[in-house]
């Protein structure tokens, strides 16, 4: 079964760090161009990060440019999201998702998500 | 502010037709294709359409897009009660190189 995981969200105080983790199985990692995408908590889709297969393009939202880094190991089959200098804005459930070109590079395949709560 | 514009709301009767607007610029709809998503209540996103009016499997022939100039569409005809859901339109903007969506659509089947 396809299918992708995330872990690594919780509660942490402004400035802060967290690393979130995404497993991927059923399918070949490495031929995916992966993503982040975040939704506050009553708030709609945004769009986080992307990378792609071979880690050679990478891309950033301007609200998380230079604060958050995203990564992949394709042995291990996971996607991870280093978060630097946390803000409440921050706050939102995190979801990965896997980019198809058989779809367009639609997000065809999506996580349950990981809640990061930002507060003091 | 989302760079895509989508109506806030949407609201049908069973087996009425809908649609929703994604309405963007130049760099965005106009260069690309549009993808559409369905979030139902407590759940994550679902890919609906990609590529303006490709279906993924499973996905019902009821739901179908389309695209013009800078502007995306969504239709739902015959309105079911499991429809009931946020819709969110979403493409790559060459300006930003970023992902964009739509601020989303709550639909309600009343």
């Known amino acids: 079964e396809v299918q992708l995981v995330e872990s690594g969200g919780g509660l942490v105080k402004p400035g802060g760090s967290l690393r979130l983790s995404c497993a991927a199985s059923?399918?070949?990692?490495?031929?995916?161009?992966m993503n982040w995408v975040r939704q506050a908590p009553g708030k709609g889709l945004e769009w986080v990060s992307s990378i792609s297969g071979s880690s050679g393009y990478i891309y950033y939202a301007d609200s998380v440019k230079g604060r958050f880094t995203i990564s992949r190991d394709n042995a291990k089959s996971s996607l991870y999201l280093q978060m630097n200098s946390l803000r409440a804005e921050d706050t939102a459930v995190y979801y990965c998702a896997r980019a198809a070109v058989t779809t367009g590079d639609g997000f065809d395949i999506w996580g349950q998500g990981t809640m990061v709560t930002v507060s003091s | 502010q989302s760079v895509l514009t989508q109506p806030p709301s949407a609201s049908g009767t069973p087996g009425q037709r809908v649609t929703i607007s994604c309405s963007g610029s130049g760099s965005n709809i106009g260069s690309n294709t549009v993808n559409w998503y369905q979030q139902l209540p407590g759940t994550g996103p679902k890919l609906l359409i990609y590529s303006n009016n490709q279906r993924p499997s499973g996905v019902p022939d009821r739901f179908s897009g389309s695209k013009s100039g800078t502007s995306a569409s969504l239709a739902i005809s015959g309105l079911q009660s499991e429809d009931e859901a946020d819709y969110y339109c979403?493409?790559?903007?060459?300006?930003?190189?970023?992902?964009?969506f739509g601020g989303g659509t709550k639909l309600t089947v009343l």
């Open positions: 059923g399918f070949t990692f490495s031929s995916y161009r």
């Open positions: 979403a493409t790559w903007d060459d300006s930003l190189d970023a992902w964009v």
